[in-house]
């Protein structure tokens, strides 16, 4: 199937420099409840995979190490 | 071609879909109740931040406190703000236990405000009585609901989608087939009874921004239950009447009525002018909403500049923390500041919801859906305008009705042939490797929706709206995902479909208007209580198409005064000549 390619602008941004999911971390994961959080392969930290965001905050409020920052989808602001 | 046993089969007494607000509430009270029975809370997202309340919530909407309102009062008033459309004994069952709740959940922690004297602090937003209760800690309730599922031994099982409930050869519901969202596995969950608390239906209408997650709902709730409680044979009520909500324009959170409007907050038009009496969320008091806006007084403002420093400083405390948060860093983003300027609100796309309006899957007093064995509470279930203290008591009925029923059933016997003719359907767009991307579909779908299917209602344009929609029945075999993550949405795209043709069936078939915008039909423009004082009921007939017929509205337990009955209809200013 043809595949077109388009960047977007994610509302959930991780600072790879804090995330601890390399070493097991899985709270933004978690308590996603649009579960569009996933571990990126090639860098082992948490990253938006799907662009389906309800910004309602539980990535941010509970990430130990402050890594998480949800901004309104581009859409909205 | 698959084996029954090579699938997962889990036994248990009580199953609970939905681990948002009712539906731990019916775990917990279902093992209080039976500690000995086993009882399985399934979930799609993560019981610890999952539904409406996953950041808390701000407030009771509908306490009924004795010394502010009675059970008979609160009654009258519900009864009142849905047109008399309503089964009195489920909202008076309602009435009478939310006392004991709120105190019930006091024990468990959960802090409400309380005045110098240690009362509760009650304040008064709806057009009558006195019934709303602060809650200044809230975002720590999805906390304290999670520590009693762990006392309680409930069985959690997270990231699994319930598709399709099962029912043995007495027509009683026995069990589901459930979907795990990450690795795409099929499983069936054989219970004795289920209870179902899969929220709102929130995703039919498309948001004004475009954005398909911008819904009012948590978009989880894509009205799961409702399509799970059509197929399975339940009616579901009051269809018609859909939830539209007053929001900030372009972002997702309740503005006025509730925080705002006992500090001094309301509703303005352009000229910062008050032009409705009561900001509590009805069908008349949207129907002023969209008529302002419509008019040359348009837009609608949540209007807060008036107020004073520390008053705003309180209302930004609760509103930027409990509920929706990110309205702070909204309102920075585009320059607003209550304090010196109104800010712009909107309608919401359309829904059904029984927590704001009164649509959803029929349950009586007892939570007891049309289907042995099966109940429903919370946002799904039809008792109206019961919000979150709602889907807390109907959910504690629910859990202790549905442990009693399974006390009394042996382990149902399972449909083999259904099972495995299911489990082909819900993987086939995985099977696939070319054709419709869930999200174009579901885009499409939520975009003829707000084209056609949004009030005004008018004959012409549903008809059209229904016919697009059943001609995108036929895109369901074309649907392809990629992996286990658009299989999910795949299979939530098809009930937000069944759930779209069950919105322009009900609107149809009640041929009046009433509930103010919920069912402006223009065709019809009067209330008509002669032919239509009646609940219209949807269900799956028996040649498996959708149906509706009248239900009558049980004799009232708390008669109205004459006076009373059109309290809700003036809900307009009346400028002094």
């Known amino acids: 199937m043809p595949t077109a390619n388009q960047i977007t602008t994610v509302p959930v941004v991780v600072d790879n420099d804090k995330c601890i999911a390399d070493k097991g971390c899985r709270t933004c994961i978690d308590v996603c409840p649009l579960d569009v959080l996933w571990i990126d392969e090639k860098t082992g930290k948490a990253h938006m995979r799907y662009d389906e965001c309800w910004y309602c905050m539980p990535c941010e409020a509970d990430c130990p190490t402050d890594a998480v920052t949800v901004n309104i989808p581009y859409l909205l602001r | 071609m698959t084996q029954l046993s090579d699938i997962k089969i889990k036994d248990i007494d009580v199953l609970v879909i939905g681990g948002g607000t009712a539906g731990p509430m019916a775990a917990i009270s279902a093992k209080e109740k039976d500690p000995n029975a086993s009882v399985m809370l399934l979930e799609k997202a993560n019981v610890k931040r999952s539904g409406a309340i996953s950041m808390g919530m701000d407030g009771l909407n509908n306490a009924v406190i004795p010394g502010h309102a009675t059970p008979e009062q609160y009654t009258k008033e519900i009864t009142i703000a849905n047109d008399g459309i309503v089964l009195q004994k489920g909202v008076l069952e309602y009435a009478e ?94 219970a004795k009874a289920v209870v179902l608390c899969t929220g709102a239906a929130g995703r039919i209408g498309l948001p004004a921004s475009g954005y398909l997650y911008g819904t009012y709902e948590n978009p989880t709730n894509c009205g799961d239950g409702h399509s799970m409680a059509y197929h399975v044979g339940a009616e579901l009520s009051g269809l018609e009447c859909y939830q539209i909500n007053p929001l900030l324009k372009d972002y997702n959170g309740p503005a006025c009525a509730y925080v705002t409007g006992p500090l001094g907050g309301y509703t303005a038009n352009a000229n910062g002018d008050r032009f409705i009496e009561c900001d509590y969320w009805s069908g008349q008091m949207m129907m002023e909403f969209y008529n302002e806006l419509q008019s040359g007084n348009g837009p609608v403002f949540l209007k807060l500049d008036h107020l004073a420093e520390e008053t705003i400083e309180e209302i930004e405390q609760v509103l930027h923390t409990n509920e929706r948060p990110s309205r702070g860093r909204f309102h920075d983003g585009r320059g607003n500041n209550y304090r010196t300027k109104m800010v712009e609100m909107h309608i919401s796309e359309i829904g059904f919801c029984a927590g704001h309006s009164a649509s959803g899957v029929w349950v009586n007093e007892k939570g007891e859906t049309t289907v042995s064995g099966l109940y429903g509470a919370g946002d799904m279930a039809s008792i109206p305008h019961s919000y979150m203290l709602g889907a807390f008591v109907y959910g504690e009925i629910c859990g202790q009705n549905a442990v009693e029923f399974a006390k009394n059933r042996s382990l149902p016997a399972l449909d ?92 149809m078939y009640r041929q009046e208007s009433r509930w103010g915008l ?58 002094v000549s």
């Open chain 2, 97 to 190: 236990r939310s006392f004991g709740m709120i105190q019930k959940l006091d024990n468990w922690g959960v802090y409400f405000q309380k005045d110098e004297t240690g009362e509760y602090d009650v304040k008064k937003v709806h057009h009558l009585g006195t019934y709303v209760l602060p809650m200044p800690e809230g975002h720590n309730i999805k906390k304290i609901l999670y520590r009693r599922l762990r006392r309680n031994r409930v069985v959690v099982e997270n990231r699994y989608q319930a598709i399709r409930l099962l029912k043995d050869d007495d027509g009683a519901v026995s069990g589901c087939i459930a979907l795990a969202t990450r690795d795409a596995e099929v499983i069936v969950i054989r």
């Open chain 2, 416 to 507: 083999d042939s259904f099972i495995l003719s299911q489990k082909e359907r819900i993987l086939a767009p995985l099977q696939r490797e070319d054709g419709i991307p869930p999200h174009q579909f579901e885009y499409k779908l939520r975009r003829l929706v707000n084209d056609y299917l949004q009030p005004p209602k008018i004959t012409k344009k549903m008809d059209i709206g229904l016919q697009r929609l059943k001609d995108m029945e036929r895109d369901i075999e074309f649907l392809y995902a990629r992996d286990p993550h658009e299989l999910l949405r795949a299979n939530e795209a098809q009930h937000v479909l069944d759930c779209a043709l069950m919105a322009a069936q009900a609107s």
């Open chain 2, 518 to 575: 919920y069912h402006h039909f223009v065709d019809h423009p009067e209330t008509n209580n002669e032919d239509w004082f009646c609940h219209v009921q949807l269900y799956k007939d028996d040649n498996d198409q959708m149906a509706c017929k009248k239900r009558p509205v049980d004799p009232y337990v708390i008669e109205l005064d004459e006076e009373e009955k059109t309290a809700y209809q003036k809900m307009r200013i009346q400028k």
